[in-house]
């Protein structure tokens, strides 16, 4: 299997504009997280979906930040408008079926830079 | 809500001394995973304990669950250079799927 994967790997943009970062989890896998990793705060859960449903989103920062998961096989997480505030390593991961309880399989990331 | 603190924050050994970190958690926890993350790599996955008392071991490194469910240490015996990296635990309370991570302990190893 291909393992977990995300793009684009790094992101630069500029203050005020819309970031949109791609997960694709590990075919038959039921949960997707998405978690933000800085040197402050640590690595935190932003949102996890159950078989394409939010579950619970409120680790999301804010209004401007927002994740769907259309289908099984992909995610998106959309920041609009992005602030410096908003530069982070951002990790998608899947697990099978018991979310937290089972292994968490993380992609290699994407590091935001919000100039 | 939930939080997860690790001690140390950092840590420097030489080579061939033994390395601990300990996971302490403000709520009981359901089970609790250890995850490694490499210099500019991601998480990955190495344990998960689930019972009270627990005691898992993987080559050189133990894990421990506490009695009270509420903390968690990993020892590594004679560390190696390979050993390089940051080792978090993340723990899930009550019924939910929600990992809440560690604050993790950054390792280092010097020859």
């Known amino acids: 299997d291909a393992g977990v994967i995300q793009s684009p790997r790094h992101e630069v943009t500029e203050m005020g504009q819309e970031v949109t970062l791609r997960c694709k989890p590990i075919?038959?896998?039921?949960?997707l997280f998405w978690y933000r990793q800085t040197m402050m705060r640590g690595l935190e859960l932003l949102i996890y979906f159950n078989n394409n449903v939010p579950i619970d989103d409120s680790g999301m920062p804010e209004d401007r930040f927002s994740a769907k998961m259309p289908n099984a096989s992909f995610s998106t997480l959309k920041i609009q408008p992005s602030e410096p505030r908003d530069s982070a390593v951002y990790f998608c991961?899947?697990?099978?079926?018991?979310?937290?309880?089972?292994?968490?399989?993380f992609g290699p990331g994407t590091r935001l830079t919000v100039l | 809500g939930q939080q997860v603190m690790q001690i140390p924050q950092y840590q420097h050994v030489q080579e061939g001394e033994d390395f601990t970190t300990y996971c302490n958690s403000s709520t009981t926890l359901s089970n609790i995973q250890w995850y490694k993350q490499r210099p500019g790599g991601h998480p990955v996955f190495l344990i998960q304990?689930?019972?009270?008392?627990e005691v898992k071991k993987q080559k050189r490194l133990t894990f421990q669950f506490g009695e009270a469910k509420k903390n968690s240490s990993l020892h590594i015996t004679a560390t190696q250079t390979t050993d390089v990296g940051t080792y978090f635990c993340?723990?899930?309370?009550?019924?939910?799927?929600?990992?809440?991570f560690g604050t993790g302990t950054q390792l280092k190893v010097e020859l």
């Open positions: 304990l689930v019972k009270s008392g």
């Open positions: 075919s038959g896998h039921d949960y």
């Open positions: 993340a723990g899930v309370t009550g019924g939910g799927n929600k990992l809440t």
């Open positions: 991961a899947s697990s099978l079926v018991r979310g937290g309880r089972d292994t968490q399989y």
